[in-house]
C-alpha cells in the first residue's frame, strides 16, 4: 500500500511564497502612493517624475548601452575597494585582537580615524591620485577598512578561552590556532561585519562617483541633474542604486543563513584527541598574548 505524500514540502512552498510577496506588496503599495500623490498634485512631474515616467528612463538608459556601463564601472570600484579592505582589514583586525598589547597601541589610532567619514577623503584623494578609478576606490577602501577591522579584532577578543585552551592542548601552534579554532569561532561575527562594509561601500561609490569620477551611477545623477529638465533619469539613477544594493545585501544575508557560518565551529579537530586532557591553570587564565 502506497504511503500518503508528505504535507511538509506544500506548507514549506506556502511559506516561501508568503514571503516574497509581501516585500513586493509593499513596494507596490509605494508606487501606488507615489503616482496618486502626483495625480492629486495635479502630476508635477518637475518636482519628481511619475513611476511610468522612471520605468521609460531606465528603458532608455538600457537601450542606448549607458545602463551597463554605469553599473558595470560602479561594480567595478565597489569590488576593488571592498576586496582590498577585506584583505587588509580582517587579518589586521585579527592581528590586533590576538596580540593584545599591539592592539592596545593601534586602536586609538583607528577610533580616531574610524568617525572621519570616508567623503571627507575625497579631496585628499583626489591630490594624490587625481580624479579617476583610483580616487574612488581608495574612498571605498577607506570607507570598508575601519569596520571591518574593529569587527575582526572585537570578535577574536571574544573568543571562549576553554576553545583556545582546547586547541593548545591538541597541540596548536598560534598559526594553526588561528586559522582552525579562531577563524571557524568569529565567522559568524566576521560575516556581520562583510556585510555592513559592503553597504558602507555601495553608499561611498555613489557619493565618490559624483566628484572624483566620470561613469558610474552617481556620475548619472549628477550629470542628468546637470543637464536640466532630466529628474526621470535622476530618479532612474536612484532606483538602480536601491535594487543592486538590496541584491549585494541578499547575497550576504544568505552567507549569514549558512550552517557553517551559524555554528562556527563546524569539524575542527574531528578525529582528534588532546594530549594533556585539562590543561594548567595557568594556560586558562591566559589565553591570548
Do not use: C
Amino acid at each position: 500500500m502506497d504511503s500518503p505524500p508528505p504535507h511538509g514540502r506544500p506548507a514549506r512552498s506556502s511559506r516561501s511564497l508568503v514571503r516574497a510577496l509581501v516585500p513586493l506588496s509593499g513596494i507596490a503599495v509605494l508606487i501606488l502612493v507615489w503616482d496618486v500623490a502626483l495625480s492629486l498634485g495635479g502630476g508635477r512631474s518637475q518636482l519628481l517624475p511619475r513611476p511610468f515616467a522612471v520605468v521609460r528612463a531606465i528603458a532608455e538608459l538600457a537601450q542606448k548601452g549607458f545602463l551597463l556601463k554605469h553599473v558595470v564601472a560602479s561594480l567595478f570600484r565597489v569590488t576593488w575597494g571592498y576586496v582590498a579592505a577585506v584583505i587588509v582589514g580582517i587579518p589586521l583586525g585579527v592581528v590586533l585582537g590576538w596580540y593584545r598589547r599591539g592592539g592596545m597601541a593601534i586602536a586609538p589610532i583607528l577610533e580616531i580615524l574610524r568617525p572621519i567619514s570616508p567623503l571627507a577623503w575625497i579631496p585628499v584623494a583626489i591630490l594624490w591620485f587625481g580624479v579617476g578609478d583610483v580616487s574612488a576606490v581608495f574612498i571605498i577602501f577607506l570607507g570598508s577598512l575601519f569596520p571591518l577591522t574593529l569587527t575582526a579584532m572585537n570578535a577574536v577578543r571574544g573568543v571562549e578561552v576553554v576553545h583556545v585552551n582546547a586547541g593548545r592542548n591538541f597541540g596548536l601552534r598560534a598559526p594553526e590556532l588561528l586559522r582552525r579554532v579562531i577563524y571557524p569561532a568569529i565567522l559568524p561575527q566576521l560575516i556581520v561585519g562583510l556585510r555592513l562594509s559592503l553597504g558602507i561601500a555601495w553608499l561611498v561609490v555613489v557619493a565618490a562617483e559624483m566628484i572624483a569620477v566620470s561613469s558610474g551611477l552617481g556620475f548619472l545623477i549628477i550629470d542628468a541633474r546637470n543637464a536640466g529638465n532630466r529628474y526621470d533619469l535622476v530618479v532612474a539613477g536612484m532606483v538602480l542604486i536601491g535594487v543592486i544594493g538590496i541584491a549585494l545585501d541578499a547575497i550576504m544575508r544568505s552567507l549569514e543563513r549558512s550552517k557553517a557560518v551559524a555554528w562556527g565551529y563546524t569539524t575542527i579537530l574531528e578525529g582528534e584527541q588532546p594530549d594533556v586532557a585539562g590543561g594548567d591553570a595557568a594556560g586558562r587564565a591566559a589565553v591570548l598574548p
